[in-house]
Every structure is written in structure tokens, then in C-alpha cells.
């Protein structure tokens, strides 16, 4: 699976977009960034996942890049429910190995 | 659907001692994970299940850790004898059997587990 940078830590203020960014410059062709998020104490959740076109659910929004070696996830309207470590992973699907490598994450931090 | 469950939530034990931790995976999902989390290592796989076979245990720290899933409804991962340092949390997850979305893993509330 292809190496994932984040930042280790980000701020936003409550009400205002959270964007979250993600590298993944070696990322291959038939790799998809899913994003997890784990609140305090909590076990990780899913959020949203992607291949090449930008996805948008009821949580979030999930923007590739082009050439798709970074990608950013947003929280458009940020809670302070959403304080949590978000994780971004390069995972093979369909390919039967399911094997989610956790990586250390950012900490968002969401301010009143 | 109530989720992944596991018991107990939080375990207190003295050294070499064995401890087993339990999970109950979503009604109808196929694969079953364990990881472990701590400070030092993060988030990692232990082992997971397809259809109650190991599949991959590759990440099994060492022979005191042994996993188990005798039906489609629950799994056990036994330490013994317990350590200090397996002192962590461990998470249980479950997926379904299809591809695409149906890959998302859905983890538990996790058992805190302090090896004194």
C-alpha cells in the first residue's frame, strides 16, 4: 500500500470548513483513498472513499487531485463533535487482501 | 443493527495471566479484524477472518497471542500468558464479503486491557 502523509495536527473554528490534507504521492493506479476518523476512546470510523473523481457524502466531501498524488477531505460546516484524528489510507480494493494500514493521522481540533 | 460488540470494554490483569477478549461482528458481514492500538505503535492488524478461516495473521505479535472464530457470530483473541507491554486497545472490526463500498470495515467500541 502506498505511503500516506498528513499533518499531525490542525485547528478550525466551529462553524467554519475543515480542510484536511493528504499526500500520497506514490499512490498507485487502482488504489483508493478511504478516510477514517477516530474520536476519543472511540473506535475508528469510516467516512468516505475515492479513486479519481471527487465524492461527497452526508459527513463529507473527499477532493483528488488530478494526478492523484494528494487528495484533501472536507468537513464543510466543522463541529465541535468532530474533534477526532483523522486517518488517510491508500488501500487496494477488490483485489481480496483487506488490510487497512493506519498511519499516525491528524488531529483535528475544532475551537468554539 | 447494533454494531460491533466487544467484551468486556475494559480488562485489568496481573502479569501472566490469560486474558480473552471478545467480539460479536455485524449480523451478515463475512470478514472479521483485529487490531491493537497503542501509543508507540498506532493502529496495526493483528489478524483477520473470511467466512471464520484466518486469513492473514501475519501481524500476530508472537505465539502468547492465538485468535479464534468458531462461527459466523463471534471470535476470541486469547494472550497467554499476558505481558505489561500488551497493554493497549484492541479493536474488533467486521466487512461485508462484497467488493467496493462493501469493503468498509465497521469497528467496535474496543476492550482497554492493562497487563500489570
Known amino acids: 500500500d502506498a505511503k500516506t502523509t498528513q499533518p499531525p495536527s490542525m485547528d478550525c473554528a466551529e462553524g467554519r470548513a475543515a480542510n484536511l490534507p493528504c499526500n500520497h504521492s506514490t499512490i498507485s493506479g487502482n488504489e483508493y483513498v478511504y478516510w477514517y476518523r477516530q474520536i476519543h476512546s472511540q473506535g475508528p470510523q469510516y467516512i468516505i472513499h475515492g479513486l479519481k473523481n471527487n465524492e461527497t457524502n452526508e459527513m463529507a466531501s473527499l477532493i483528488i487531485t488530478e494526478d492523484r498524488k494528494s487528495s484533501t477531505l472536507i468537513l464543510p460546516h466543522a463541529t465541535l463533535r468532530d474533534t477526532a484524528v483523522y486517518y488517510c489510507?491508500?488501500?487496494?480494493?477488490?483485489?481480496?487482501?483487506?488490510?487497512?494500514?493506519f498511519g499516525s493521522g491528524t488531529r483535528l481540533q475544532v475551537q468554539p | 443493527d447494533a454494531g460491533v460488540i466487544q467484551s468486556p470494554r475494559h480488562e485489568v490483569t496481573e502479569m501472566g495471566q490469560e486474558v480473552t477478549l471478545r467480539c460479536k461482528p455485524i449480523?451478515?458481514?463475512?470478514?472479521l479484524f483485529w487490531y491493537r492500538q497503542t501509543m508507540m505503535r498506532g493502529l496495526e492488524l493483528l489478524i483477520y477472518f473470511n467466512n471464520n478461516v484466518p486469513i492473514d495473521d501475519s501481524g500476530m505479535p508472537e505465539d502468547r497471542f492465538s485468535a479464534k472464530m468458531p462461527n459466523a457470530s463471534f471470535s476470541t483473541l486469547k494472550i497467554q500468558p499476558s505481558e505489561p507491554r500488551d497493554s493497549a486497545v484492541y479493536f474488533c472490526a467486521s466487512s461485508r464479503s462484497g467488493r467496493g463500498y462493501q469493503e468498509t470495515q465497521y469497528f467496535g467500541p474496543g476492550t482497554r486491557l492493562l497487563v500489570l
Open positions: 449480523s451478515g458481514h463475512d470478514y
Open positions: 489510507i491508500a488501500y487496494f480494493q477488490d483485489t481480496g487482501r483487506r488490510a487497512l494500514t
